[in-house]
């Protein structure tokens, strides 16, 4: 996966970058970027518990997906209707009593873009089913950092009530919880339950853990590396649920 990832990377960043003087410029390499946590947000330092689903996780190329630059800025569709969106809006309220959330007009700066969008269908084997949500990011360099950006699909066709619970799944997602939790009390479990369940203890314990973790988004790449970061975006990642 890794090295996968890093392939990705050097092709990208290859060809777009302007060589200085007149050598050419080697690919960057992931091992550029330190790799360590970022101080733990004062928001997240009350939410302790003994139990939390941390080792259930994806690892990623670039370590935890952790934000460390705050308020966390996200964007609703702006052609979506007002209700819809008001009724998406309480939901972000709910994370961001654990992480500072802020809404934002312009959905080029924001940090997560949430769409009222039909996702594409899903592939389940041989058989393709419709997908009520999905979450993506994206990695990018921006002021010799690499960057991440998160967009969540929430499908049109579900009732407020399942949209919210799908949002509030996603965001989780969008917040650091690459993965998925064991138990149907947690936001963060693998499927769909009738009764979705309000944030969990659990739930932001692993968050918690996920901003404990190292990682390589938002340190500035070392100085003496031999690459040089463009703006470019080199790698996106989906997840269905
Ligand atoms: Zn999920």
Do not use: C
Not at 7 to 35: F, S
Not at 51 to 79: I, K
Not at 114 to 134: C, K, L
Not at 163 to 168: D, I, K, P, V, W
């Amino acid at each position: 996966m890794a090295a996968a990832i890093a392939l990705v990377l050097a092709i990208a960043l290859a060809a777009p970058l302007t060589a200085r003087e007149d050598t050419d410029v080697d690919p960057i390499r992931l091992d550029d970027v330190p790799y360590q946590p970022h101080p733990l947000p004062e928001s997240l330092r009350a939410s302790f518990a003994e139990e939390h689903y941390g080792d259930q996780l994806q690892e990623t190329a670039v370590g935890a997906l952790v934000w460390s630059h705050f308020p966390v800025t996200v964007y609703f569709d702006g052609n979506a209707p007002e209700t819809w969106q008001s009724q998406m809006m309480s939901v972000v309220e709910q994370w961001g009593e654990y992480l500072p959330l802020q809404q934002i007009e312009e959905s080029e700066r924001a940090n997560i873009v949430i769409w009222q969008r039909r996702p594409p269908p899903r592939r389940v084997g041989d058989d393709f089913r419709a997908a009520a949500a999905r979450v993506s990011y994206e990695l990018y360099w921006r002021e010799q950092r690499l960057g991440h950006r998160f967009e969540i699909l929430l499908s049109p066709t579900q009732g407020t009530e399942a949209a919210q619970a799908a949002l509030r799944h996603e965001l989780g997602h969008a917040l650091g919880i690459w993965g998925h939790s064991d138990r149907p009390t947690d936001v963060m479990y693998y499927s769909q339950v009738r009764r979705p369940p309000m944030i969990s203890a659990r739930d932001l314990a692993t968050l918690r853990y996920v901003y404990e973790q190292p990682t390589r988004l938002g340190w500035p790449i070392r100085p003496d590396s031999a690459g040089w970061p463009t703006e470019d975006s080199f790698e996106t990642v989906s997840k269905d649920t």
